[in-house]
Structure formats: structure tokens, C-alpha cells
């Protein structure tokens, strides 16, 4: 049965799952903005290190928007990476960079399994035949 959509309606399903992609953008934006303030505190800011993070969080969050569109799993997923990055910065990103990407890896994981595919259009249902 692999490939084969499990959900009963799978447009309802990534309907779905893409609000849950969307919120969770939105917070990983959110989190991001507090670390120039945990920076500040231990090592000091700098003005690259800084602007990096205020334009992740920018894109974190209007990426959340764009999550209904067909390009939006693949825009949050490889703005995966940068997050996990922001742990250059701030060590404690490392274990909340790695959270969201868990939490990420897990949005698409269910998404192919209820939809049929992790990115792409939603497969059309099969013909009940009647």
C-alpha cells in the first residue's frame, strides 16, 4: 500500500497539515527573534550576526503564509537548514533548531502517509468504482 493515500479525503488532510507547517514556521520565526536577546546577554551582538537572524525570522514568517501554495513544504524544509544554523550563534539554537526540525520531519512524514507524497499536489482519489 505504499504511495497509496490512507485519508479518507486527502486535499482535506494536507489542507490540513499545510496550517500545521504554517504555525509551526511561524513559531520557529518567533524563536528566532529571541536569540539576538540571549546573545546580547553572554557574548555580545554584532551587526551581521544580527541582521542574519532578524532576516531568518522575516522569511520564517512569511514563509508560514505561503504554505498553502504547491513550492511552500519545500520552502519550509530547506528553511530548515538556516535554522539549525542559527546554533553558530547561539548554542542553545542547536537543541531548539533540532526541535523544529524533528517536529518539521514529522509534519512531512504524516503528510506522505494520509496524501500519498511529502511534497507535490495532492494525488487524485481513486475511482470507488460505483
Not at 520565526?29 to 529571541?34: P, T
Not at 536577546?37 to 551581521?48: C, E, N, P, S
Not at 501554495?69 to 537543541?95: C, D, E, K, N
Amino acid at each position: 500500500m505504499s504511495g497509496t493515500p490512507r485519508a479518507a479525503d486527502p486535499a482535506r488532510a494536507a489542507k490540513a497539515l499545510s496550517g500545521a507547517a504554517a504555525a509551526t514556521l511561524f513559531l520557529e520565526g518567533l524563536a528566532v527573534l529571541f536569540v539576538p536577546r540571549a546573545i546580547a546577554q553572554t557574548d555580545g551582538l554584532g551587526g551581521w550576526v544580527l541582521t542574519v537572524l532578524v532576516v531568518l525570522a522575516v522569511v520564517l514568517v512569511l514563509a508560514s503564509g505561503v504554505q498553502r501554495r504547491p513550492q511552500g513544504l519545500l520552502v519550509g524544509t530547506v528553511l530548515q537548514v538556516p535554522l539549525l544554523l542559527t546554533g553558530l550563534a547561539s548554542s542553545a539554537m542547536w537543541f531548539v533548531g533540532g526541535v523544529f526540525l524533528l517536529i518539521w520531519l514529522y509534519l512531512l512524514q504524516t503528510r506522505k502517509d494520509l496524501v500519498g507524497s511529502p511534497f507535490g499536489p495532492v494525488p487524485d482519489p481513486p475511482a470507488t468504482g460505483r
